[in-house]
């Protein structure tokens, strides 16, 4: 099979293997330290820290629904679209495992540990980050050629489809439960610090507009795939 972005890829498993992730999340954490945040240089003031994990939320849903349209058409016996599953994967790894998840990590779980609210709620969170990260692991290493052979598909399908089902509950989770409770041990001050930290470390490590570039990064996946007109799935009237 031709390799296709192999170097790439070996490079990011390299860094996962060697505690990249670990490392980013050591270096987010170190950003609270300061008794308060000097004003971002953005123009617009920052989403509360909140919603801004809910709006990098509705990136992973939608590489979700990549993921379960790929799986759709292996089921009916079409060819793999591995390229749209390693586009996803990437996303995956880089935006929300790596920065999302490292965000929740380092901010997020540790002060609700410290208010001692949603204890066993968090470790359950932290153990599926920790499996996620594995099944991305091999959806880029399977998906990494041009082609898949009958195995290949099998395997990336089989991690797909538990990536899907353990994440769906888990952001519906922090969305509802999670986040209100970790906004609600806040005072509107922290809040407002932690936001600007939030945005200028997306800033500081994608660049300006990350959450727009990445949603457009996603749009193009959704766009081969053929998925990205939403009114394609507005069901037909039912008639009596």
């Known amino acids: 099979m031709e390799a296709r972005n192999s170097s790439r890829s070996m490079s990011r498993r390299g860094l996962f293997a060697a505690g990249g992730v670990s490392l980013a999340i050591s270096a987010l954490s170190a950003a609270t330290v300061t008794p308060a945040a000097e004003a971002s240089s953005t123009s617009a003031p920052p989403d509360p820290p909140d919603v801004d994990l809910m709006q990098e939320h509705g990136v992973l849903k939608r590489v979700l629904l990549i993921y379960q349209e790929c799986i759709r058409r292996q089921s009916i016996g079409q060819e793999l679209p591995v390229s749209a599953v390693h586009d996803g994967a ?56 041009q082609t898949a052979t009958v195995n290949d598909s099998a395997q990336i399908v089989g991690a797909m489809t538990a990536f899907v089902r353990m994440y769906q509950p888990h952001e519906a989770r922090e969305d509802t439960v999670v986040f209100p409770t970790f906004r609600s041990i806040l005072t509107s001050e922290q809040l407002s610090h932690l936001g600007t930290n939030f945005a200028d470390l997306q800033r500081e490590q994608f660049g300006p507009n990350a959450l727009n570039q990445t949603v457009a990064k996603v749009a193009a996946i959704e766009e081969t795939l053929g998925i990205y007109d939403l009114s394609q799935f507005t069901p037909e009237p039912i008639t009596q």
Not at 98 to 127: I, M, N, Q, W, Y
């Open 90 to 145: 990437e996303i995956i790894h880089d935006f929300i495992e790596g920065f999302h998840e490292a965000l929740e990590e380092g901010f997020v779980f540790p002060k609700l540990r410290s208010a001692g609210k949603l204890v066993g709620t968090v470790d359950t969170l932290l153990l599926q980050h920790a499996r996620g990260r594995q099944l991305t692991q091999l959806i880029l290493a399977e998906s990494a050629a």
